[in-house]
């Protein structure tokens, strides 16, 4: 297998061949530039050539058109013969070829399910998706810390509709424990889980979960899988897109074992629309990414964050991406040539050309590149001509898709949804066991009541006497008899959610 992935090169006046090094592939990278420039073609060519080196890779197909890693490319193809042209100006010998892919959907229709539970998520990331203030998330904290404590199994968002209602109905136990927990606060939760329910995010949360393993393996020639997540639907939702990739790229931080220094990552992860990651993103957040980009790769995992311009990643976590591919940028406004300036200056400069205008003048499958070296120093930036694609520029069709589908090696093992006992199960069996309890020291009630009065007192007179149980009690014991039967079971349904929801 080569040690090197080749990216491109060209004739006078463009780079050398330039190479990323899988030994430093780990060390992340940038792929940046404007709409329509060629990003995600330097994306589908990375990609080809990590799964070649035997290197599995995960990508976010945000238009559609990285599908066509599964098929090859052919010779009828209206830019073969540009394919062809650039080729052998940059000394390449293109062979076309599909490669091995498994895709995956949120929602299930695109790709296999795939799924996270609750508790998986954590109380930050759920902050963060749901859009909660300070103070709701110290609540939600609060929901979490009591489900860790009583072994309530967080799984989907039933789980957590249904621990809401506990924890609302115990505020005040609560508050003493832990501090004010507003009835209001929790109420501000429901309705943003409600919001997340009606934008398709229950799908997410639920069993089976996700099994790490299945986003690395190879296929019988040793080739890296490569795992699309499409996400054309999910774009939607941008918040949900951007909190389920950052979930993701946690777990495998926090999953994998330590590898030091290897010779190829164990998995490569780009990160597409990097934007929404950061826009309005809470310091916490934002450091807790800086912290998974600064360790990950100590895990063998490298990261690659595509985005339009580089001032869309922070510049802790921009000073972390060793290897550079920036597509054309243009500078219309005062704003364009400020972003355009500090893009620029991020590089190493070339004496033959300056970098600011090489950004700006470079076209359609061209880019500026800065690669680590040898000894792991960023190169000298360098004019590239973009190698052609070996598999299908483009999508797939929907057939060649469901094929490829039927054959992945995780076929069948996500499409049936599993429903453990969780959360939501043993709150209404708690529920039930309180009714019971309050319908029984009722009877007893009722039981010594009619003792007292020698049996002979119907409920309808009991309005007498400072002992009197009043109207209010022989109410109480009607609701809870009716409790016990049909219409209860749909009032109790109504106070606690969807918990009593057949599943």
Known sequence: MSATIFLGGGGEGYAEPQNLLLNYANRHGLIAGATG???????????????????????????GDLSGLGASGRSDFKLHEAF???????GLDLAYSAFPVTFWDLFGAQGHPIRATVAEMGPLLLSRLLELSEVQEGVLNVAFRVADEQGWPLLDLEDLQALLVWVGQNAKDLSLRYG????????????????????????LFGEPALDLADLMGVDADGRGRINILAADQLMASPRLYATFLLWLLSELFEELPEVGNPDKPKLVFFFDEAHLLFDDAPKALVDKVEQVARLIRSKGVGVFFVTQNP?????????????????????????????????????????????AEAIMQVGTGE????????????????????????????????????????????????DQRLNRDSAAEMLARKANAAAEEAEAANETREFTAARRYGGSVKRS????????????????????KEMKGTTGRRIIRGILGSMFKSR
Request: aromatic fraction near 4%; avoid cysteine; charge should be positive.
């Open 37 to 63: 420039t060629g990003k995600t073609v330097t994306l589908q060519i990375l990609a080809e050539g990590l799964s070649q080196a035997g290197v599995p890779v995960f990508l976010a197909d945000v238009k």
């Open 84 to 90: 062809m042209k650039r080729a052998a100006t940059i």
């Open 180 to 203: 004010n927990v507003a009835a209001a606060s929790v109420g501000a939760i429901q309705r943003q889980l409600l919001v997340l329910e009606n934008q398709g995010g229950a799908k």
């Open 311 to 355: 001032a869309d990643v922070p510049e802790d976590v921009l000073g972390q991406l060793g290897n550079r591919v920036q597509h054309a940028l243009r500078a219309f406004t005062a704003n364009d040539q400020k972003a355009l300036r500090q893009a620029s200056a991020t590089y190493r400069p070339n004496p033959r050309f300056d970098t």
């Open 367 to 414: 880019a500026v590149t800065s690669m680590l070296d040898a000894k792991g120093v960023p190169g000298i930036v360098e004019r590239t001509l973009i190698r052609p694609p070996s598999s299908q520029l483009g999508p797939i069709d929907p057939a060649t898709r469901a094929a490829l589908m039927a054959a992945s090696p995780v076929a069948g093992k996500y």
């Open 461 to 480: 007179s009991r309005t007498v006497g400072a002992k009197d149980e009043g109207l209010a009690d022989a109410l109480a014991t009607a609701f809870v």
